[in-house]
């Protein structure tokens, strides 16, 4: 069975770093894209970033170009996410998808919640 | 960028029909056929319930079917039953690697 699962979240201040990270199972990440997408609470979804099946390409959402970085282990199947400079606005819950070439989103992670507060 | 239309709201009785649309530019929807649509209960993670414009997952009904038309695409749940009741939304390809959602709309079964 493919799967996503999300780990990492937490509560941290602002101006602080946090990794979140995304185990994948039931395929190899050097098939597919990975995509991260963030939902604060009550909006709606929120493309950040994306990885290519290379692990090489890495591509990110105006709001947190130059503060986020996506990258891998493959070792470990798992992709990771890593926040610096948060800011109270990326206060989300961060969840992990499957990219296909049609440029679908499958399947999700089950999120993970981030909170940036002081 | 800003993300694609959808009207906040949209609802129906059970058995009937209910259509969103999710509107965007020709740099995005209208660019190619790669717009998808999502289904998400509360608390819980999207689904996706339709890819490149109208192609079902194994597993959705054929009750979900989606099209598009120049800038905009759309949604139409036909026969809604309660679990219908969920936030939709859309995606799309964006070029150079970037997507973009739609704002979301939210399916109430009367």
């Known amino acids: 069975e493919v799967q996503l699962v999300e780990s990492g979240g937490g509560l941290v201040r602002p101006g602080e770093s946090l990794r979140v990270s995304c185990a994948a199972s039931?395929?190899?990440?050097?098939?597919?894209?990975i995509h991260w997408v963030r939902q604060r609470p009550g909006e709606g979804l929120v493309w950040v970033s994306r990885?290519?099946?290379?692990?090489?390409?890495?591509t990110y959402a105006d709001s947190v170009k130059g503060r986020f970085t996506v990258s891998r282990d493959n070792g470990e199947n798992t992709v990771f996410l890593e926040m610096n400079s948060l800011r109270v606005e990326d206060t989300a819950v961060y969840y992990c998808?499957?990219?296909?070439?049609?440029?679908?989103?499958?399947?999700w992670g089950q999120g993970t919640l981030v909170t940036v507060s002081s | 960028q800003s993300a694609l239309t959808q009207p906040p709201s949209a609802s129906g009785s059970p058995g009937q029909s209910v259509t969103i649309s999710c509107t965007g530019t020709?740099?995005?929807?209208?660019?190619?056929?790669?717009v998808s649509w999502y289904q998400q209960h509360p608390g819980k993670a999207p689904k996706l319930i339709i890819y490149?414009?109208?192609e079902r997952p194994s597993g959705v009904p054929d009750r979900f079917s989606g099209s598009k038309s120049g800038n905009t695409a759309s949604l139409t749940v036909s026969g809604l039953q309660a679990d219908d009741e969920a936030d939709y939304y859309c995606?799309?390809?964006?070029?150079?690697?970037?997507?973009?959602f739609g704002s979301g709309t939210k399916v109430t079964v009367l």
């Open positions: 990885l290519d099946r290379d692990g090489s390409v890495t």
């Open positions: 039931g395929f190899p990440l050097s098939s597919s894209s």
């Open positions: 998808a499957k990219g296909n070439r049609g440029g679908w989103f499958d399947p």
């Open positions: 020709s740099s995005d929807v209208g660019a190619d056929d790669y």
């Open positions: 995606s799309s390809y964006a070029g150079s690697n970037n997507y973009i």
């Open positions: 490149e414009v109208s």
